[in-house]
Structure formats: C-alpha cells, structure tokens
C-alpha cells in the first residue's frame, strides 16, 4: 500500500506524517496503535492524539463547574449595578 498523509492534531501542534499500513493492519489500526484517533474509520485524513481527546473528556466534566461559576458572578456583578436578576423560583421584583 502507498502511504497515506495525515494531519495530526496534538496538544502542541498540527503536523502532517505520512503513514504506512501493510495487509495485516490498515491505517486507522496503525494511528490508534500509536495513539491517535483517525477521524475517518476507513481513509482518514486527520486524526486526533488520544491523550488531547482525555483531556477534552476531562475538561468537559468539569465544565458544568465553570458555568455554574460564570453564572453567579454575572449574577453578582448585575446585582451590584442595580439589576434585578431572576432565578428558578422566579422572583419578583419590589
């Protein structure tokens, strides 16, 4: 098989590699054997380093934290210029 060339998406940069595959294993076999994750399941173009991906996955768990954050302190900040911010338990104003 001719070589296949890749963009890889890593935590520091994008480079492009050419990859080689044989009869025994195909390209996205050998990309996620060297820990990227093919875009594509059968012709990928781009693939992805899985340890980026965790920390996507990890980043996302903890997002609801952050915006939950974002939240009160917008709340904060409006009450302190005099506006009135309404919640779940729809509060009215005076």
């Known amino acids: 098989m001719s070589p296949l060339n890749v963009r ?16 025994c ?10 820990g990227l994750f093919p875009v594509s399941p059968s012709h990928p173009r781009t693939a992805v380093s899985i340890d980026l991906l965790e920390f996507y996955h990890a980043l996302f768990e903890r997002s609801a934290d952050a915006v939950t954050a974002l ?16 919640d779940h338990k729809v509060s009215t104003l005076p």
């Open 25 to 34: 294993y195909s390209i996205p076999q050998v990309l996620v054997h060297h």
């Open 71 to 86: 939240a009160g302190t917008l709340r904060t900040h409006y009450a302190r210029r005099g506006f009135q911010t309404l």
């Open 8 to 23: 890889i998406i890593r935590f520091i940069d994008l480079i492009a590699i050419d990859v080689k595959a044989c009869r």
